[in-house]
Structure formats: structure tokens, C-alpha cells
Nanobody, 124 residues
Framework: QVQLVESGGGLVQAGGSLRLSCAAS????????MGWFRRAPGKEREFVAA????????YYADSGKGRFTISRDNTKNTQYLQMNSLKPEDTAVYYC????WGAGSTRAYDYDYWGQGTQVTVSS
């Protein structure tokens, strides 16, 4: 069982930056690939970024390439999402997720555990 708690969301102006954190419970954090997803009002949940167990490989949705950076610190059981050059269309609830398969999937159904989400609002 893994419990995930996101933090770092908030209100920011367009062009600004935020860094989201996801703290995981348990001692098996390093055995999970991790991902970030988001859900905007009235839209389906969508993939944002993923990182493999070791952090050696990362994957991004086209919407975040060049602006978002996913990372992890296995010694702190924490993953991060650095978001720069934020746009109003990035407004959403952002969710942290853990994938026991370890592949860093872009598909939500591959993830076993989810956090409660943190709200990110980007004003124009």
C-alpha cells in the first residue's frame, strides 16, 4: 500500500512557475514508476508526465514539453513536477500516481495508487 500526498498547488499568473511535490509513504517508493495527471473542469483526466523507478527516463505530454520537468528523490520518497511558463489552459487539479509495473506509463489505468490532488490555477 502506498499513500500519496500532493502539495505545492496554488494561484499563479500566466508565465509564472510552480513546483508540485508528491510525498509517498512506505519504504518501497523506489520500486514504483511515478506519474502526474491532471483534470481540468469539464474535461477528462489527462497524462502530464511520468518518470521511471530510477529516474533515468522521463515522459511528457506534448502540452508540457519544454515547460514541465518531472523528477524524483528516492531518498526522500518524493517526486516533483516543476512547471514553468504556465498558461491559463494548465489550470486543473493535478494528481500524483504510482505505477507498480515501473514502466512510466502514460495511461491512467496502469497506475495503482493516486493522491487526492492539488489545485493549480493560472490567471491570464
Amino acid at each position: 500500500q502506498v499513500q500519496l500526498v500532493e502539495s505545492g498547488g496554488g494561484l499563479v499568473q500566466a508565465g509564472g512557475s510552480l513546483r508540485l511535490s508528491c510525498a509517498a509513504s512506505g519504504r518501497m517508493f523506489g520500486s514504483y514508476a511515478m506519474g502526474w495527471f491532471r483534470r481540468a473542469p469539464g474535461k477528462e483526466r489527462e497524462f502530464v508526465a511520468a518518470i521511471t523507478r530510477s529516474g533515468a527516463s522521463t515522459y511528457y505530454a506534448d502540452s508540457g514539453k519544454g515547460r514541465f520537468t518531472i523528477s524524483r528523490d528516492n531518498t526522500k520518497n518524493t517526486q516533483y513536477l516543476q512547471m514553468n511558463s504556465l498558461k491559463p489552459e494548465d489550470t486543473a487539479v493535478y494528481y500524483c500516481a504510482a505505477d507498480g509495473w515501473g514502466a512510466g506509463s502514460t495511461r491512467a489505468y496502469d497506475y495503482d495508487y493516486w493522491g487526492q490532488g492539488t489545485q493549480v490555477t493560472v490567471s491570464s
